[in-house]
């Protein structure tokens, strides 16, 4: 849980952390998926599939991440930015829809 408070932190250096060797419980992992949930930079974990029944949830927020979730922040990027962050969503459509989802400016006019 100690882990999950920092990188709840948005820590804009770290994109890669490997925790599979270290024994992560599921309550671990599902503190690592609420952590993700305020950080926008990391794109990568390395964590057991076997621990976690969050797993798909960890996966798709870390999908988005590097789809660049970040630029929601973000209120100074050109509105053309999104047609490239959307093209790289295409091929996923749960990161397709949150990208929508998030910013119905881009489809409202």
Sequence with gaps: QALAH???KDNVTLKRLAVNANRITS???ESLVTALQSNVT???IE???HTTSVHSELTL???QNRAGRRLLRDETVPLGMWSYVLGRSSRQPNVLFYFL???PSLYMH
């Design 42 to 44: 990391l794109q990568y």
């Design 47 to 49: 964590v057991d599939q």
């Design 6 to 8: 920092v990188l709840a």
């Design 101 to 103: 989802k998030e910013l």
């Design 61 to 63: 927020l870390l999908r």
């Design 27 to 29: 309550k671990g992992v």
